[in-house]
């Protein structure tokens, strides 16, 4: 235990200290309330395994005592933990009141576009265009119809209008992505 | 710690750059892997070290779940991590390395008067090589993969490693080398692979290679089963008899390369 602790310190220690500048940036637009966080949470996502693997650092990670998992996981971790906090902070700092359903609606994005960022990555792809690409139909789908005819709103990571289907859904692509990451051997880096 | 490849392969698209490698690494050996450019020691050192996945056969050690905790690894083109100097560099190897030496690591660090506060960015080839050589060095990882530890390093440097190298030997860590520089590893290393075109060629212990085989003219009329390869104008063949010359490790590597070549074209 004490040594995946070790391996978790040395993980955020060189995270943070190679993206310093970004990841304080982003925290600090993640504050500010409204849909706007959203937009610094997907900028946040880009940051994190997909930004390794785009700049061919990957590697370099992996040829340290980390495993496959621990990798995923750990970068899944800052990112919840720089949400969490900037989120809260931010609506107790700007409005003073934190509403109950903010975690998990913004889990419910982070979680699906942190698998989509990954499992394009994967891919080999180095360009953000696919993500935003798949940002905008989320936002268009989700947009058609009412609340009872779009039934893509209900599960859609952005509108998360029934928020424990669309907690299942971007679970289900968080799973895919790990499961892709950990037993990927057509590895791009 | 015994590492075992077996039967490994690896395919980057349609391109295999592995085929069928079967190699065993013995604990606390010297071994050295050499070959051309593009030969495969790369790839077959990151998948020792757990970087890649084979796309076919096992890599298996000693009762091991998390080798990778005894694995340190030095990869060839120098990448550092942003905004990282030397002191980050060993703080992360003290949060990944139970047993890393703060103290040998500077004390390392001087040798080549590293400034330990600089951006890693800032450093020549040279000084990077060495920073990461004296990582692997003070991490006292079990095991030490190191590609191309020698290059941009100068002559006065390159004896320096070679004498660390002997102290951690002695001290019971593996250590395992690719290198184009076979040269300056005969007398220190024990076991050998030689690589072509992905394939593992020849591998066995250096000393047992040297006795087994010999350098005879080219014009010599000799079996075509013991033939191994031509080296300029002489050949290497496998015989214990007291024939023609010794040959060096690196003419050992350049008859097996160049008949595995001759080999495929023929």
Not at chain 1, 144 to 162: A, C, M, Q
Not at chain 2, 162 to 176: A, D, N, P, Q, Y
């Amino acid at each position: 235990m004490t040594g995946i602790i070790s391996r978790f310190e040395a993980f955020l220690m060189l995270q943070t200290t190679s993206k310093r500048k970004s990841l304080s940036l982003l925290f600090l637009g993640i504050m500010i309330p409204g849909p706007f966080k959203y937009m610094f949470v997907f900028l946040l996502i880009s940051k994190l395994i997909y930004l390794d693997i785009a700049q061919k650092k990957m590697k370099m990670i992996l040829s340290l005592p980390f495993s496959r998992a621990e990798i995923f996981v750990f970068s899944y971790i800052l990112g919840l933990v720089i949400i969490c906090c900037a989120a809260v902070t931010g609506e107790s700092f700007f409005t003073g009141n934190v509403t109950p359903a903010l975690i998990p609606e913004l889990l419910v994005f982070y979680s699906a576009y942190f698998g989509v960022f990954s499992l394009v990555s994967m891919k080999g792809s180095s360009s953000i265009t696919l993500p935003v690409f798949l940002l905008i139909v989320d936002l268009l789908a989700g947009l058609r119809g009412s609340f009872d005819t779009n039934v893509y709103s209900w599960i859609s990571p952005l509108y998360h209008k029934e928020i424990i289907y669309a907690s299942v859904f971007s679970m289900l692509i968080l799973a895919v992505s790990f499961v892709q990451f950990i037993f990927n051997r057509r590895e791009k880096w | 710690m015994v590492i075992e490849l077996s039967s490994i392969s690896k395919n980057f698209g349609f391109t295999a750059a592995l085929k069928d490698v079967s190699i065993t690494i013995p604990d606390g050996s010297f071994f050295i892997v050499v070959g051309p450019n593009g030969a495969g020691k790369t790839t077959m050192l990151r998948i020792i070290a757990g970087e890649l996945l084979p796309s076919g056969g096992t890599v298996s050690f000693d009762k091991s779940a998390n080798f990778k905790e005894f694995v340190s690894v030095a990869e060839e083109n120098r990448d550092y991590f942003n905004e990282f100097n030397a002191l980050s560099y060993c703080e992360l190897y003290k949060f990944l390395y139970g047993d890393f030496d703060k103290a040998r690591f500077m004390e390392l660090l001087k040798r080549l008067d590293i400034p330990s506060e600089k951006p890693v960015e800032s450093f020549s080839k040279g000084m990077k090589t060495w920073l990461l050589n004296s990582l692997l060095i003070a991490s006292n990882s079990k095991i030490m993969i190191f590609d191309e530890p020698l290059q941009h390093l100068d002559p006065s440097v390159r004896m320096d490693f070679h004498l660390l190298l002997r102290e951690e030997r002695s001290k019971g860590r593996t250590v395992i080398i690719s290198t184009h520089e076979i040269s300056e590893f005969d007398d220190a290393a024990e076991s050998v692979a030689i690589i072509n075109h992905g394939r593992v060629v020849y591998t066995g212990e250096v000393a047992g290679t040297l006795f087994s085989h010999r350098m005879v003219p080219g014009t010599m009329a000799v079996n075509a089963e013991i033939t191994v390869g031509p080296v300029f104008n002489e050949k290497l063949v496998r015989t214990t008899e007291n024939i023609g010359r010794e040959p060096l490790l690196k003419e050992v590597a350049a008859a097996y390369i160049n008949g595995s070549d001759l080999c495929k074209n023929s």
